[in-house]
């Protein structure tokens, strides 16, 4: 997850960067074990939500995003909701 944060300015525009890798790396992992990858996307995600670097706060939303499909919607919102109400 770490990866997403990696900056790609020396890439080509053609190739596929690291963050886009590991987001679709993320992405397919998380519809492979499914509610499994929430304990791990949510320690990231707690870790660096509240980073004072901006790309570190940024990979974490994308993290949540990424994985959106991969656990049931129940077990996503019942995460996610307490956790939103935090941030506010």
């Known amino acids: 997850m770490i990866k997403v944060t990696v900056d790609d300015d020396d890439e080509e525009d053609d190739e596929t960067g690291v963050q886009q890798s590991a987001g679709v790396c993320l992405h397919r992992i998380s519809k492979l074990i499914g509610n499994a990858v929430l304990d791990p996307v949510l320690i990231f995600v707690r870790t660096h939500i509240s980073s004072q670097e901006w790309q570190k706060r940024y990979a974490a939303i994308i993290c949540l ?8 919607k129940p077990a996503f919102c019942a995460i996610l ?3 939103l109400e935090n941030l506010f």
């Open 65 to 72: 995003g990424i994985i959106t499909e991969g656990p049931d």
């Open 81 to 83: 909701t307490p956790s």
